[in-house]
């Protein structure tokens, strides 16, 4: 799946750049969300009624334009994969609010950002998640730890200095977050069941249902070394719905 040949609209190309995917079936998109000053204001035009409400909401000019920006972001992507305009894109939202386009079953995406960088995965035929991070991202190492990991998710950490917990807590928990918005589990996914193994690839070891380990691949995906990024992949029936 690519979008080679396919220019964005609204001069989006200088933003966006697709990262390599591990799996044929998923795109990457990486966006940079600074500097949006101008930019947003000619882009809001492509959101729905909901969308804008929600970017009036935000407190502050550079909060509604980063918004403004990423959304149009993911309108433009998904406009091409569809070959339509960006605000014709149907995203609806499904279990716990997890979007999905409403006419196309046999696609799935999922997005995430941080402060300066947004990731999109548009997937065919398989169920998507993501999640970024900035790679000096200060985190409670041990209390994600305590909340989140598994026993032997722990016991990995024993003989690590700071720095090293801190970054395996966080790469750990990119594995988790990606894998509860493939599902629209979010916060509420069984985190401290899902036993992750990060070397000498990023796999699940062991989770409940539906966090079966033969069902899910995690990737990492070639993301700027300034972040962290895990790409989560779902085998299962997506007739059934979003």
Known sequence: MTLEHKPLP???DARVRLLESADPRVLLAWCALTDGAGV???LEGWLSTAERTRAARFGTPALRRRYVLGRATLRAVLARRLDIEPRSV????GRRGRPYLADRIDLDFNVSHT???LLIAVAEGVTVGVDVERADRTINAAGIARRCLTASERESLADLDAEAVRRRVLRLWTCKEAMSKATG???????RELDVELSPTLRLRDGPA???AGD?????PAAPDTHLATLALWSR???AGS
């Open 10 to 12: 609204g001069n989006l």
């Open 115 to 117: 402060v300066d960088a």
């Open 216 to 220: 899910w691949q995690l990737h990492a």
């Open 90 to 93: 149907a995203i609806a939202r």
């Open 185 to 191: 589990d979010a916060l509420a996914a069984p985190f």
């Open 40 to 42: 947003a204001d000619t």
């Open 210 to 212: 539906p966090y079966l």
């Open 237 to 239: 029936d997506r007739a």
